[in-house]
């Protein structure tokens, strides 16, 4: 049975994450350097990049890795493993002062969702942390989950963020991680994101691939266009491309203060829709206006 939520887990607003980077929960010398990196969030991560039999020291050593990724005021989020005993260990371990989401590989079903949830909201009782605190990003690697996107994305209000993932889905379904096979399910991740009132997070193309800069910053570009909000990195090279990419440009910004310099105008003739330039400006294109500039003041 789905318990009650609170208001204050539905009230929390959506972060600001242009880039989130993987570190290796194991690694001493990347946990010590991940917060200067630059990026919005650190996923600490205890799934795939974490050998098995390390994984518990991983977690013994995870409230001394948040305090020390989140020197710079970076959302700190752990990656759990998404076997039943492992999921267990990972939640009594995250779910601690400091840290504001999980990252739940593999997320097939809301129902799923539901059920991490329930354990995160007990152990936030039992240790007198704000309840509905630590949000979700779901990832979504298998075909089947795509059959479902609306559900899992608004399962619980602790959902916060849906992203795909690439290399796993592509595996999923016998193909390689390239951009005619993963287009449509990025914009299947993104159209149920964004009608949930998630982040959509991603681009189209393989994740691992952070060596060709110029290629990345290009897909990084395209996927704002689309209408991601930010992206996933595994190579602290990517993060100051991400953050570039998912922050509006100063062509950008010179469009949005010139259509809301005349919205302003307009509102004084008694006009919702106007002239700018030539192009018809209408409710729709201020609102993006807005959002702009809103994005360029939130960096």
Known sequence: MRKTVPAVESAMSVPRWRSLLFVPAHVPRFVETAHERGAD???LDLEDSV??????????????SVAKV???????LVRVNRGLRALAADLDAA?????????????????WVLEIANAVSDLEQERNLVHGSIRFLAQIETPGALQRLAAIASAHPRMVAMALGPEDFSA????????DLLLTPNLSVLFAARAAGLLPLGFVGSIGEFSDTHKLREAAVR?????????????????AIFNE?????????????????????????GLAAFSLNGKMIDPPVVRRAHEILALASNN
Do not use: C, Y
């Open 95 to 111: 779910v601690i002062s400091g840290v504001d989401a999980l990252v739940l590989p593999k997320t097939d079903s809301a129902e």
């Open 70 to 76: 989140r020197r710079k005021g970076a959302s700190v």
């Open 51 to 64: 050998p098995e039999d390390q994984k518990g020291e991983a977690r013994r050593q995870l409230p001394e």
């Open 172 to 179: 999923a379904v016998g193909g390689a991680p390239e951009f």
């Open 245 to 269: 990419a998912f922050s509006p440009n100063a062509q950008e910004l010179e469009w949005a203060n010139r259509v809301v310099a005349a919205e302003n105008d307009a509102a004084m003739r």
């Open 41 to 43: 969030g650190i996923i």
């Open 223 to 239: 996927a704002r266009r689309l209408g991601f909000a930010g992206a996933l990195a595994i190579h602290p090279t990517q993060v």
